[in-house]
């Protein structure tokens, strides 16, 4: 992606509403500063500002799932419906989110909600023996799930980015190594985006292979789940497992817990060697038996990140981006009142800016002061530039922060060493 661009030539224009059926925060703004478009509820396309910062949430991500040494692959969208029903998923009984479809040829596939059946059946032709062992994949993907309901804009869609990451190891300690380089990717993760210091891995209801599964959850207003959480003890535990017993276990009482309301940023999930069993995935084991490897699965929702970035880092005129998955780091901002001087001082500030390779968003657009401020508080690049008369008697120029609105002055040298 190229790491300029001049607002005359962005396709997409600002706009004061969004749709009225929209009915979130994070979609209404996104909408209205031009990242996405809905197509209809639950399903929002990603325009060229929105798909900078998904791929730099992608980037974050990607990173840190390389670092544990992940391998990345993508899978296909359309499913085997034989595989599901082996592992008895494909009623709509058991999994309520299905899209499926008949083929002209004849025959049913399913829209891909989920790649652990899939990816299991896969590597039946790449494993056959320990030696193989450890294998840690991920992906990117766009997930279709029939959501019942999608009124948390881009936090619940019923077509979402998802990446999705599967381990198999030969045995439980294998996989518990794994698991806990998860853990450490997660928060850093999470941490890179800002919102590290509101995320909590929490003990979440386990499935039918393990007693807990361990969500990540952003505590967040407009979020769709409650945790009960002890920020000392760093202890989280979803409402809906919430039980003395529970408690017990984990070593804490109730009234050390406080009642927060959170979105799911992240899941990951132990199945022991079940799930690989009903898939028929086994190995060779030293001892020549074949055994069915312990697999592991580990989800983060990339769209819905950029939708819980909004959600929290947002104010009245529009979005903040953190600095790390802004679309540009730097919004510049002409004012140039017909002064043939300052527009060119801005032109070549701008073309600097792109032989040093700063990103940057240039407004050149020959509009009032008061609309390029106006949209540069609702798209939210956190660092502006600003190029007047008064900047250019000065010599330096004029650099705001969107969070804050304070001003300082900043050298050319200074923005081209970025
Ligand atoms: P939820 O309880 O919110 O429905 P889930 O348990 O169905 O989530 P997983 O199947 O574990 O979620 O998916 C992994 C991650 O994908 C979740 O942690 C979440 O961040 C994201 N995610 C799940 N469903 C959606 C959705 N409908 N829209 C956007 N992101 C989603
Ligand atoms: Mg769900």
Not at 1 to 9: C, G, I, V, W
Request: aromatic content about 10%; charged content about 30%; overall charge negative.
């Amino acid at each position: 992606m190229s790491h300029t661009l001049r607002q005359s030539e962005l396709f997409t224009k600002t706009r004061k509403e969004a749709p009225s059926d929209e009915i979130s925060k994070n979609a209404q703004l996104l909408i209205r500063a031009g990242y996405i478009h809905k197509e209809m509820a639950g399903v929002y396309s990603w325009l060229p500002l929105g798909l900078r910062v998904h791929e730099n949430i992608k980037t974050i991500v990607r990173e840190e799932m390389n670092a544990i040494g992940g391998q990345e692959l993508i899978m296909s969208t359309l499913q085997n419906k034989e595989l599901w029903e082996r592992t008895s998923r494909w009623d709509d009984s058991v999994v309520d989110v299905w899209f499926k479809s008949t083929l002209a040829a004849g025959g049913e596939v399913g829209f891909g909600w989920s790649h652990e059946e899939p990816i299991g059946a896969m590597l039946k032709n790449h494993l056959s023996s320990y030696k193989d062992l450890p294998i840690f994949v991920y992906q990117f993907q766009n997930k279709l799930r029939n959501e019942l309901r999608a009124k948390s804009g881009i936090m619940r869609g019923r077509e979402f980015g998802m990446k999705d990451a599967y381990s198999f190891a030969l045995d439980e300690a294998q996989h518990d190594e794994i698991y806990s380089k998860n853990i450490e990717a997660y928060n850093k993760i999470y941490e890179r985006l800002g919102i590290g210091d509101d995320t909590f891995m929490t003990f979440a209801p386990g499935g039918a292979f393990t007693e807990f599964s361990h969500e990540f959850q952003t505590i967040c207003d407009a979020g769709e789940d409650y945790i009960y959480v002890n920020r000392e003890k760093n202890i989280a535990i979803n409402e809906e497992i919430l039980s003395d017993e529970t408690l017990e276990k984990l070593n804490v009482t109730k009234d050390e817990l406080e009642r927060v309301k959170t979105v799911e940023v992240g899941n990951i999930f132990n199945f022991g060697r079940q799930k690989a069993q009903d898939i028929g995935l086994t190995f060779k084991s030293e001892d020549g038996e074949n055994i069915a490897p312990w697999m592991g699965s580990y989800g983060v929702g990339t769209t819905r990140l950029a939708g819980v970035l909004v959600e929290k880092f947002s104010d009245e005129k529009g979005i903040v981006w953190p600095e790390s998955v802004t679309p540009f780091t730097y919004h510049l901002i002409v004012l140039d009142n017909g002064n043939d001087e300052v527009r060119a001082d801005a032109e070549r500030l701008f073309q600097e800016m792109e032989s040093h390779k700063v990103s940057v968003l240039y407004d050149d657009r020959n509009v009032r002061a008061g609309e390029k401020f106006a949209d540069a508080d609702l798209i939210g690049i956190p660092q502006r530039i600003i190029v007047s008369e008064k900047t250019l008697a000065s010599g330096e120029y004029e650099l705001v922060s969107r969070a804050t609105g304070t001003s300082t002055f900043i050298n050319e040298q200074e923005i081209l060493r970025n």
